[in-house]
C-alpha cells in the first residue's frame, strides 16, 4: 500500500535541513543541504539528470539546460534575451580548452582559430592576423575614406585615398608582373 505525500516541515526559525548518506568510506557526508536562514537549496555533490531531462529556470520554464545523448543545450524559451554575464571576461572554449571568442570588459572582442587570435576589436577598430578574403567588393566609407597597406614596421607600402593611389614616398601606385611596369 502507498504511503502518499511526505512532508518534512522545520519549524525552527531560520532552521536547515539537511540530508547524509554514507561517503563510500565508512563515513557520512550531507549531500543535499536546504538552508533556511539564507533560503538557498545547496548541493554539496554532484547533480546528475538522464538524458533529455530538462532543468529548468522560471515560472513558465523560460531557461533550459538539457543533454539529448548527443548535443549539450542551454536554451531561452521564454520571453526577453539570453544574457551571459562576466565581472571581466567571457570565454567560449571547446571541450579540450582552446578558445573559440573572449570578450573583455571594457577591452577587446577576439575570435579565434584553432585556439589562435585571429581577429580582434581594439579601441580604434579591428585587429587581424592572417588573410582577409573577401567574395565581393570592400568598401570605405566616411568623409574622407583612407586604406593604408603597409609592412608591420611602416616601412612600405601605399595608401588609397579619394584623390588617388599613392605609395609611401608619395609616388603613383605602379603594379608590376615579372618586372614589368603595368
Excluded: C, W
Amino acid at each position: 500500500r502507498g504511503l502518499g505525500d511526505v512532508y518534512k516541515r522545520q519549524k525552527q526559525d531560520d532552521g536547515d535541513v539537511s540530508f547524509a548518506s554514507d561517503n563510500g568510506s565508512g563515513g557520512t557526508t550531507t549531500y543535499l543541504f536546504l538552508d533556511g536562514s539564507n533560503k538557498r537549496i545547496q548541493f554539496n555533490t554532484d547533480f546528475i539528470t538522464g538524458d533529455n531531462n530538462k532543468i529548468t529556470f522560471g515560472n513558465s520554464g523560460d531557461l533550459e539546460i538539457y543533454h539529448d545523448g548527443s548535443n549539450s543545450y542551454i536554451k531561452d524559451t521564454g520571453t526577453g534575451n539570453l544574457i551571459i554575464q562576466g565581472s571581466s571576461r567571457i570565454e567560449l572554449k571547446a571541450a579540450n580548452d582552446k578558445k573559440y571568442l573572449r570578450a573583455i570588459v571594457n577591452g577587446a572582442v577576439s575570435l579565434y582559430y584553432d585556439d589562435v587570435e585571429k581577429l580582434a576589436t581594439t579601441s580604434t577598430g579591428v585587429s587581424v592576423t592572417g588573410t582577409i578574403s573577401a567574395d565581393d567588393n570592400i568598401y570605405l566609407d566616411g568623409a574622407a575614406p583612407v586604406l593604408n597597406v603597409s609592412s608591420s614596421n611602416n616601412a612600405s607600402g601605399f595608401r588609397i585615398n579619394v584623390t588617388g593611389i599613392v605609395d609611401s614616398t608619395n609616388n603613383l601606385l605602379r603594379v608590376q608582373r615579372s618586372g614589368t611596369t603595368m
